[in-house]
């Protein structure tokens, strides 16, 4: 079982710089979500895929953030213009949701950006 | 979406057990309760769930009210390691997940 893998751990980078974050879920998930959380607070959802199909995304998600998950495996997410908000940790989760009713996500250990 | 309220923090003496509540006053009929927890340093890790009726796993209890307004979340026997964040989160079948602030267990040696 090796889990939900993030790269990088850690990424620090300077204003206005484009970064990209990369999501390898457990083989088979079909759901793969993305979130973000700060310090102190619960996780933000921000967007999740089913197979290779963006479902949703939330309001938090603005033009500079694009995600996307090509074959329905990996998944990146791109911010791009960073600015010091953007400064968090971002989590990656996958599910497997195959007929049932709701379902059990793994998260991932998280990639923490710092925008300088 | 369905709102949990849960206290802030707790605190709990090793090897005692810790019941860990949240209201839901507003849950609808197909939220299902999610409880997950959050080690310093790492992603969440999913600890149980239910819709209606009691359940039970390795990690802890859940008991839900008959009204579904509220839930508890009960560990057995605290350990050291189960000092978390513990969020308790009301999800729709086919909907995500959103996190509240949640309630930081302290377990005291």
């Known amino acids: 079982d090796t889990g939900v893998s993030q790269d990088p751990r850690h990424k620090i980078t300077k204003r206005g710089q484009n970064v990209t974050f990369r999501c390898d879920p457990i083989?088979?998930?079909?759901?793969l979500y993305w979130y973000r959380q700060t310090l102190g607070q619960g996780p933000e959802f921000l967007t999740y895929f089913q197979n290779e199909a963006q479902l949703e995304k939330s309001r938090l998600l603005s033009d500079r953030f694009s995600a996307e998950r090509p074959k329905g495996s990996f998944s990146t997410l791109e911010i791009q213009r960073t600015e010091q908000g953007d400064s968090a940790m971002y989590l990656c989760?996958?599910?497997?949701?195959?007929?049932?009713?709701?379902?059990?996500?793994?998260f991932g250990p998280g990639t923490r950006l710092t925008v300088l | 979406d369905a709102k949990t309220t849960q206290p802030n923090s707790m605190e709990s003496n090793e090897e005692e057990p810790v019941h860990l509540p949240c209201n839901h006053s507003?849950?609808?009929?197909?939220?299902?309760i999610h409880w997950y927890r959050q080690l310093p340093s790492q992603g969440p890790e999913y600890v149980i769930h239910?819709?209606?009726s009691n359940v039970n796993n390795r990690m802890a209890s859940l008991a839900i009210a008959e009204d579904r307004k509220s839930s508890t979340l009960i560990l057995h026997r605290a350990t050291l390691r189960d000092a978390a964040v513990y969020y308790c989160?009301?999800?729709?079948?086919?909907?995500?997940?959103?996190f509240g602030a949640g309630t930081r267990l302290t377990v005291k040696p």
């Open positions: 083989s088979e998930h079909n759901r």
């Open positions: 239910g819709l209606t």
């Open positions: 507003t849950i609808s009929g197909t939220d299902y």
């Open positions: 989160i009301l999800r729709d079948p086919m909907g995500d997940m959103r």
């Open positions: 989760a996958s599910s497997n949701l195959a007929g049932g009713r709701t379902d059990t996500q793994y």
